[in-house]
């Protein structure tokens, strides 16, 4: 395959949002990509409190209605575990949601949302205070 055509087929990202971001002509795997801006590398979160899950929703059109939700995971040994679901069923337009930290061993975790390849860097989880 020629260099030319090699750079036409599309390339899917199974890494976090920032890796992704800048990556030149990368395609991400079928889905809609919403970057995500909370949590981050120096976000923690204890288990049992209220947290906060934002997105940058500034190119939802008014009539998007994709299907939504928040999954956790912990990644022991470089494989990823999934832990638990975090919200499902919101409106993407708004930008945010919340829920309450499940109970989950301290520990480094990331969040995937609505599409495989966007995911969170990894953030603490601590225990409950």
């Given at each position: 395959?020629?260099r030319?055509?090699r750079?036409?087929?599309?390339?899917y990202?199974f890494?976090?949002?920032?890796?992704a971001?800048?990556?030149p002509n990368?395609?991400r795997?079928?889905?809609?990509?919403?970057?995500?801006?909370?949590p981050?590398?120096?976000?923690?979160w204890?288990v049992?409190e209220?947290?906060?899950?934002v997105?940058?929703?500034?190119t939802?059109?008014?009539?998007?209605?994709d299907?939504?939700?928040?999954?956790?995971?912990?990644?022991?040994?470089?494989?990823?575990?999934?832990v638990?679901?975090?919200?499902?069923?919101?409106?993407?337009r708004?930008?945010?949601?919340?829920?309450?930290?499940?109970?989950?061993?301290?520990?480094?975790?990331?969040?995937?949302?609505?599409?495989?390849?966007?995911?969170?860097?990894h953030?603490?989880?601590?225990a409950?205070?």
């Amino acid at each position: 395959m020629s260099r030319e055509a090699r750079s036409a087929v599309p390339a899917y990202v199974f890494c976090n949002s920032d890796a992704a971001a800048s990556l030149p002509n990368v395609s991400r795997i079928p889905g809609h990509f919403y970057p995500i801006i909370s949590p981050n590398a120096s976000t923690a979160w204890n288990v049992g409190e209220t947290a906060t899950f934002v997105w940058n929703a500034s190119t939802i059109s008014q009539d998007t209605f994709d299907p939504s939700w928040v999954d956790l995971y912990h990644s022991p040994e470089g494989f990823a575990v999934s832990v638990a679901r975090l919200a499902d069923d919101f409106d993407l337009r708004t930008g945010s949601v919340q829920f309450v930290v499940p109970n989950a061993e301290p520990g480094d975790y990331f969040v995937m949302f609505n599409a495989w390849a966007n995911s969170s860097p990894h953030f603490r989880i601590a225990a409950a205070n």
